[in-house]
């Protein structure tokens, strides 16, 4: 099976209340411990490429282990730019075989975000075959390499049916109190995501695939073994799985995942390398990642986005 369009995924996503993962792939450990969670769960996956993987891989070697995902787990699996900020770099991916993009235009002012999204989506709909657009309304607080900002404000559902009819989009990502990154809420409050917002989205955007990014759990065990082997991610706190549970069976229908994946690759090689003073091969704590980060992502499947048995 060939890569697969994003809309057909997320639309029968939609149908059946479910949300496909979106994970953030860098290299060949995590797309291989996505991808065998995805086979053993016959599970639908998104692999995503952000502008700092393209810069820490070199797409080309990206894209190439992908594909060898694609033809070793026979899986529906598409191939997503992830907050992309221009439609160079939209075209780009577009040109080399991305089955879908997301233009971020969500710090812009509103009519320079249309604009760039409008564009987009004219490029990419007439691309044979037809590349899925993600827009973005409504900012999300958290800092990543490429991705930085200080600030974040709820998606205004007033504007919701204007930009997805003015720009054409085919999903589209809101805010309503996720962020990106490890540290989602201050230690001592109660996380909340705003569903009434989701709902009043959905209302106004009947059958209408919705996006939630920042949507790590930051998973406690792996935080625990992080830094009882040396690390300092004190207070980090992620949405709790039983809101990203919810949302999933709503009209969310993709969830986006990067820094529980950082986690349950990064925590267990810590404590690997450790554990084990006299192992110079890399591969030893590489190998343990990849099977950790199998186990997040199963548990993720089943008990998050509820994609188990849907490929
Ligand atoms: O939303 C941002 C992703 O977590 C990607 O982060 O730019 O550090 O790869 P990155
Ligand atoms: P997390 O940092 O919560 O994993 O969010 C990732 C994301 O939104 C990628 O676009
Ligand atoms: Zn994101």
């Not at 599970?43 to 190439?64: C, D, E, F, T």
């Not at 997503?80 to 002012?109: A, Q």
């Not at 504007?159 to 997805?164: L, P, Q, S």
């Amino acid at each position: 099976m060939p890569l697969v369009n994003e809309l057909e995924m997320l639309k029968k996503a939609y149908d059946e209340g479910y949300a496909v993962g979106a994970f953030n792939i860098n290299n060949m450990e995590t797309i291989q411990g996505i991808v065998e969670a995805a086979k053993l769960e016959k599970s639908p996956i998104i692999l995503q490429v952000s502008r700092g993987a393209r810069k820490y891989a070199n797409p080309v070697y990206l894209q190439k282990l992908v594909e060898a995902a694609v033809i070793d787990s026979g899986l529906p699996i598409a191939l997503h730019l992830d907050h992309g900020d221009s439609f160079e770099i939209c075209k780009e991916c577009i040109d080399t075989g991305f089955t879908s993009v997301m233009i971020d235009g969500s710090s812009l002012p509103y009519e320079e975000n249309v604009a760039v999204t409008k564009k987009v989506c004219e490029y990419a709909h007439a691309h044979t075959p037809y590349v899925t657009v993600e827009g973005e309304l409504g900012t999300l607080a958290g800092i990543e390499d490429e991705v930085n900002v200080e600030h974040s404000s709820y998606t205004d559902p007033n504007t919701v049916e204007d930009f997805v009819k003015r720009t054409g989009v085919d999903s589209l990502a809101i805010a309503i109190g996720t962020s990106h990154g490890a540290f989602k809420f201050k230690p001592g409050t109660k996380p909340q995501l705003r569903f009434d917002i989701l709902e009043e989205v959905s209302r106004r955007l009947p059958g209408f695939p919705i996006v939630l990014h920042g949507a790590s759990s930051v998973l406690q065990d792996y935080v625990k073994m992080f830094n009882e082997c040396g690390g300092d991610m004190k207070d980090a706190l992620g949405v709790p799985e039983e809101l990203l549970s919810k949302a999933s069976k709503m009209a969310v229908c993709k969830i986006n995942i990067d820094s529980d994946i950082r986690l349950a690759c990064y925590a267990p090689m810590r404590k690997y390398i450790l554990d084990n003073p006299t192992v110079f091969d890399p591969r030893k704590p590489l190998g343990v990642a990849r099977d950790n980060i199998t186990e997040a992502v199963r548990h993720k499947m089943r008990d998050v986005l509820h994609s188990s048995n849907k490929a």
